[in-house]
Nanobody, 126 residues
Framework: QVQLVESGGGLVQAGGSLRLSCAASGGSFSSYAMGWFRQAPGKERDFVAAISWSGGSTWYADSVKGRFTISRDNAVNTVYLQMNSLKPEDTAVYYC???????????????????WGQGTQVTVSS
């Protein structure tokens, strides 16, 4: 069992930045791919970014490419999402998730992730 706790959300003006963190406990964090997803009210949970166990592979949704950066520090069992040039349409609850399948590479499919955090709210005002 892997537990995930997100932090770093908040209210920011358009054009601003936030850095989300996701601390993991249990399992073998350094062996697992990690992902960030988001869900706006009334919408499905959408893929944002993913990173392989080593950090060598990353994948971004087109909507955030060039603005968001996913990274990880396996020494402290934490994955990060640096969000720059935020837009009102980035407003959502952001979730981190772990893929414990020992996958080579990463996936953007919600159903491929096994454990999820409780989410952190990001609100971008115009």
């Amino acid at each position: 069992q892997v537990q995930l706790v997100e932090s770093g959300g908040g209210l920011v003006q358009a054009g601003g930045s936030l850095r989300l963190s996701c601390a993991a406990s249990g399992g073998s964090f350094s062996s697992y791919a990690m992902g960030w997803f988001r869900q706006a009210p009334g919408k499905e949970r959408d893929f944002v970014a993913a990173i392989s166990w080593s950090g060598g592979s990353t994948w971004y949704a087109d909507s955030v490419k060039g603005r968001f950066t996913i990274s990880r520090d396996n020494a402290v069992n934490t994955v990060y999402l640096q969000m720059n040039s935020l837009k009102p349409e980035d407003t959502a609850v952001y979730y981190c998730a772990v893929d414990i399948s020992w996958r080579v590479g990463v996936t953007n499919q919600v159903e491929e992730y096994d454990y999820w955090g409780q989410g952190t709210q990001v609100t971008v005002s115009s």
